[in-house]
């Protein structure tokens, strides 16, 4: 069974320049959920994808957003990039709420962003 | 708001011992918790999830449990090995079976051979 898939690993950017980060989820999982990682904040929630729509939203500024596609892949985009967007981004999914599954989240291995 | 925290930070032992990890949440009212570890530059391996009716779940070497009533966690790793050497992270669940989770920021593990 295929776990969560992040693409790409690694990517270098430059401040202003836009990303996009993407998450397949595992097979029959319609949760997916964002976290970002730095060694000062430690992992923090950024929002989470149900059947398509946004169900949670962390306190992050509007240059984060995401969205999810029928075949329950998501992506995330963070625009006009800044030094603090560095970070290890990661996807974790699950089969979400009302649908028998019993909460557990699934990680992929990130997508690591520099930002220079 | 849910804050959590995990003791220790940093733990270094020989290799064979018990030891036991902590977590409190500063709200007891979680729903699920769950244990992950994390490799240097590695995602997040589930390890353990105590679901909101349990109060305790065992895999191989690995024993976690949660007192909902004073908001505590333990993970208590039996027989140490230097392979467990690794970042331990305790989530919970804010109010329901969500994605949505708060973490501590984790405690350091070195097993020594």
């Known amino acids: 069974k295929a776990g969560v898939t992040q693409t790409p690993r690694y990517l270098i950017k430059t401040r202003g320049q836009q990303v996009t980060l993407s998450c397949s989820p595992i097979?029959?999982?319609?949760?997916v959920s964002w976290y970002q990682q730095t060694p000062g904040q430690g992992l923090q929630f950024l929002f989470e994808?149900?059947?398509?729509?946004?169900?949670n939203k962390g306190n992050f500024p509007g240059r984060f957003s995401g969205r999810q596609f029928s075949n329950s892949r998501s992506e995330m985009n963070v625009s006009t990039l800044e030094l603090g967007d560095s970070a290890l981004y990661l996807c974790?999914?699950?089969f979400g709420l009302g649908t028998g599954g019993t909460g557990e989240l699934f990680f992929g291995e990130g997508s690591r962003l520099t930002v220079l | 708001k849910q804050e959590v925290t995990q003791i220790p930070a940093a733990l270094s032992v020989p290799e064979g011992e018990n030891l036991v990890l902590n977590c409190s949440f500063t709200?007891?009212?979680?729903?699920?918790l769950q244990w992950f570890r994390q490799d240097p530059g590695k995602g997040l391996t589930s390890l353990l999830l105590?679901?909101?009716?349990?109060r305790e779940q065992t895999s191989g070497r690995l024993n976690a449990s949660l007192d909902k009533s004073s908001g505590r966690s333990t993970l208590y790793i039996a027989a140490s090995q230097p392979g467990d050497s690794a970042t331990y992270l305790c989530?919970?669940?804010?109010?329901?079976?969500?994605?949505?989770?708060?973490f501590g920021q984790g405690t350091t593990l070195q097993v020594k051979p």
């Open positions: 989530a919970g669940h804010g109010s329901s079976n969500t994605g949505k989770l708060i």
């Open positions: 105590i679901q909101s009716s349990q």
């Open positions: 974790a999914s699950s």
């Open positions: 994808y149900f059947s398509e729509t946004q169900r």
């Open positions: 097979s029959g999982h319609r949760s």
């Open positions: 709200d007891s009212a979680i729903y699920n």
